[in-house]
């Protein structure tokens, strides 16, 4: 019975000793000077929160595939701008433009624009079609 | 029974009782419950969006804590378990949500606490008013730290110890230990509340930190609660890979950034304590040189989603633009 304690006990330090996070920085996690554009086809859509996140299979600037992982707003900005967990399907083709990561190895953007040609379903060019 | 009052004491005694009549009760003397939406044109760089990495401008920091902050990689936010890290308390001055505050009541209908909360991740700060005293400086520090408060005047002074360490100050790194303390003052003008937040921190501030940000009632603001989060895969190539995210002592290559683009020595950018006093403006004097272009914060950062206006009209926006693809543009 004792290790059962232990383990407990350990995992409770090791969670009371976690740092509390912070919002996001957009200027600190992207390059906001500069505007990428990715195309490529979605395989998963992470609607949640705090931020969701569409991964994109897409080439880099060599032509090599990428999954790419895309920053968007969380369920209640989403939501209220009418975009739910079933808006994106994995295989769907879609066009994302945004400001890259400023890590070039995390294949990070942050989402401005969206464009599924296939409906012409798009976001982040109408008034209101931002998060923070 | 009815007491009659006679004689030259009668109008004074009617006068007193009229007052105490009158006179709100001494405590809970404002009304501060509701949904508080936070205004962003106030501090739009520090509430809204963030400050780049290694803008310690104003902030008066110290060798550990500069040392501590340029070794800081914002994707460190991505790993599994710190997504859904709660925030520290009053986060919130640094953040673009509003607050959300409630009252607790006892058996007798008097307020013994004030809750604060109405974000993702951020734990309720809750506000004793009971008189009850902080516990032992080695007691347990939680999320939400252990905050006491009282009534001065029409504003809230509260006093918060036992937070945890924390990474937030301006979201690029800045950290604040878990010796820090925060004096705030609550005030409530009609539908607008200033809350002012004094920090105190003998591991990484040089100075204390003074913010004053302001809130709006909103009814329809709709401030939650509580939010889940849910901890997923943000970024593939960090999963499971036992990377943290991070910069080794003098490579952080975003360390001289604000200093070269806005032409200002590199001290002012790191957050020396001398640079925060009104002497320190005589060296910047003929050396400050605005940027050509804004490339955020004046129509950058929403100059294509959001139909936003450029609120600075006479700055050229350094937006790179659309229309080439990652394997186009060769960035």
Redesign the interface.
């Known amino acids: 019975m004792k290790r059962p304690l232990v383990v407990a006990l350990a995992v409770g330090l090791l969670w009371?000793g976690?740092?509390?996070?912070?919002?996001?920085?957009?200027?600190?996690?992207y390059d906001?000077?500069?505007?990428?554009?990715?195309?490529g086809k979605l395989v998963q859509f992470?609607f949640?929160?705090?931020h969701s996140?569409v991964?994109v299979m897409?080439?880099?600037?060599?032509?090599q595939m990428q999954?790419w992982?895309v920053?968007w707003g969380?369920t209640?900005v989403l939501g209220a701008q009418g975009v739910n967990r079933e808006t994106l399907k994995p295989g769907d083709v879609v066009i994302i433009?945004g400001p890259?990561?400023?890590?070039p190895?995390?294949?990070?953007m942050r989402m401005?624009?969206l464009l599924r040609p296939s409906d012409g379903f798009g976001?982040?060019?109408?008034?209101?079609?931002?998060f923070? | 029974m009815a007491i009659t009052l006679r004689g030259g004491h009668a109008r004074p005694l009617l006068i007193l009782f009229a007052l105490l009549a009158f006179s709100a009760p001494a405590f809970a003397q404002i009304d501060i419950t509701g949904s508080w939406g936070s205004r962003l044109h106030e501090d739009w760089m520090e509430r809204c969006c963030g400050r780049d990495l290694g803008d310690y401008t104003g902030i008066g920091i110290n060798d550990e804590a500069r040392a501590k902050a340029l070794s800081w990689d914002a994707s460190q936010n991505s790993l599994r378990e710190r997504q859904c890290l709660l925030f520290s308390p009053w986060t919130g001055q640094f953040q673009p949500q509003g607050v959300r505050i409630w009252s607790e009541v006892d058996a007798a209908g008097e307020i013994v606490a004030w809750k604060l909360s109405g974000n993702i991740q951020k734990d309720v700060v809750t506000i004793w008013m009971d008189g009850r005293p902080h516990p032992s400086p080695n007691a347990f520090h939680d999320f939400s730290g252990f905050t006491t408060g009282r009534w001065e005047g029409d504003t809230l002074v509260a006093q918060t110890t036992h937070m945890k360490t924390a990474i937030l100050r301006r979201s690029n790194g800045i950290p604040k230990s878990d010796l820090a303390t925060a004096a705030v003052y609550i005030t409530r003008h009609d539908d607008l509340l200033t809350i002012v937040t004094i920090e105190e921190d003998p591991v990484y501030l040089a100075e204390p930190l003074f913010i004053s940000r302001t809130y709006q009632l909103d009814p329809r603001g709709n401030q939650g609660f509580w939010e889940p989060c849910w901890a997923v895969t943000e970024i593939p190539r960090l999963e499971g890979s036992g990377i943290v995210p991070n910069y080794l002592p003098g490579e952080n290559p975003n360390r001289t950034y604000i200093a070269e683009t806005y032409a200002i020595p590199q001290e002012a950018a790191m957050g020396y304590a001398e640079t925060l006093y009104p002497e320190f403006r005589k060296k910047l004097r003929g050396m400050y040189k605005a940027p050509d272009a804004c490339g955020r914060y004046c129509c950058g950062w929403l100059p294509v989603g959001g139909g936003s206006v450029n609120p600075a009209p006479t700055l050229s926006c350094n937006d790179t633009g659309e229309g080439k693809t990652v394997a186009e543009s060769g960035k």
Not at chain 1, 22 to 29: L, P, W
Not at chain 1, 123 to 130: H, I, N
Request: glycine share 10%; net charge positive; proline share 5%.
């Open positions: 009371c976690a740092a509390a996070r912070a919002h996001h920085s957009f200027a600190a996690t906001e000077t500069k505007t990428i554009k990715i195309e992470l949640r929160n705090p996140f991964h897409a080439p880099d600037d060599k032509g999954r992982a920053e969380g209640g433009t890259p990561g400023r890590n190895a995390d294949f990070r401005v624009t976001w982040g060019t109408k008034a209101g079609e931002t923070d």
